[in-house]
């Protein structure tokens, strides 16, 4: 459905985009996940025609979409200042897209109507913008996106105005919407757990560069690199020569000969985070009530205490540390 090859973008010595290939089958989600100046709205940007690329290909559904204008590109935008109209009620907003495909008016009303129900908004159909919440203002603007049938729909950080309750239920809504229509996506984001929930494949771009990409959980366990696997919230990479070893949870058991003293300990009743010392690095572990219990043994633990675990050393991914 959609192919980038070598697209890329300068901006004086900055790569923002540097030499990126990627690509995504008909109704995929991909999360882009990248550090604050890494290239996320550039690519997005290049992608709907709001910049011009020094040089590469954008294939979507077969059209090259390099030499055409943002509005016959058939891609969608979604900012995370929402962007609507203040003059226009929500169906107005809604059916606006379709004024520039030269849609009628009773049938751009017509649809817009249809799709508000739809996404359950429609008691919001006659409502002005400015009486909207922040999360019904990003719901309209998905739906005003959706109303002109994109093949492509391109979601740049959607949540980061919302608080984080808000943010949970419109980041599953909106992911339920792009599934449900079907939709080719990318959508942006710097937060992991976001990236993790809304991806069918997650790429990583670092400085202009796609790092890595796949599917999540292939990401997760089998990062390319160290800093790929900090990136992706793995806490235990031990340096080892010029390359790191990753210590995935899954490879430390909680009884076991092996020695390791603990360095701290916090809890918020029900998860326990913990830091352990051993021969060859520090551990930090995330575990629940009973893994804590499990580890205590029916001794009381306190930071010095001395501990034996267990570890697979055959689980340990040696990684190289930049890439
Ligand atoms: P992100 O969305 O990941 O935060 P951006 O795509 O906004 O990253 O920026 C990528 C890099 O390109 C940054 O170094 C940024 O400073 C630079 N950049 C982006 N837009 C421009 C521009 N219009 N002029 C100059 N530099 C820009």
């Not at 729909?153 to 449900?180: G, K």
């Not at 930090?284 to 009530?289: G, K, R």
Request: aromatic share 6%; net charge neutral.
């Amino acid at each position: 459905m959609l192919e980038i090859r070598n697209l890329s973008k300068h901006f004086g010595s900055t790569a923002a985009a540097d030499a990126v290939n990627l690509a995504l089958e008909s109704g995929q989600i991909l999360a882009l996940l990248g550090p604050s100046g890494s290239g996320k709205s550039t690519l997005l940007r290049l992608l709907a025609g709001l910049e011009r690329a020094d040089g590469g290909e954008v294939w979507l559904d077969g059209r090259e979409l390099s030499k055409l204008p943002p509005e016959q590109r058939k891609v969608g935008l979604i900012f995370q200042d929402y962007a609507l109209f203040p003059h226009l009620d929500v169906l107005g907003n809604v059916s606006y897209g379709l004024v520039e495909q030269r849609i009628p008016k009773e049938e751009r009303g017509r649809r817009a109507e249809e799709l508000l129900e739809r996404m359950g908004l429609g008691q919001l159909a006659r409502r002005r913008t400015w009486q909207l919440s922040g999360g019904q203002q990003q719901r309209v603007a998905v739906a005003r996106s959706l109303a002109t049938r994109p093949r492509l729909l391109l979601l740049d950080e959607p949540l980061s105005n919302l608080d984080a309750q808000l943010r949970q239920d419109l980041q599953a809504e909106i992911h339920s919407w792009l599934q449900r229509f079907e939709l080719t996506a990318i959508w942006v984001t710097h937060d992991r757990s976001e990236a993790f929930a809304v991806g069918d494949r997650l790429a990583v771009l670092r400085a202009g560069r796609i790092l890595q990409d796949g599917p999540p959980l292939e990401l997760y366990h089998r990062p390319a690199s160290a800093w790929i696997a900090r990136f992706l919230g793995h806490k235990n990479l031990w340096p080892s020569g010029d390359s790191f070893l990753l210590v995935p949870s899954a490879a430390v058991g909680l009884r076991g000969g092996e020695p390791a003293e603990l360095e701290s300990h916090s809890s918020d009743g029900e998860r326990h985070l913990i830091r352990l010392r051993c021969p060859e690095g520090a551990l930090e572990l995330e575990l629940s009530s009973r893994e804590w219990a499990e580890l205590r043994q029916g001794r009381d633990l306190e930071v010095g205490s001395a501990l034996g675990i267990a570890l697979d050393r055959a689980a340990l991914l040696r990684l190289p540390g930049d890439l």
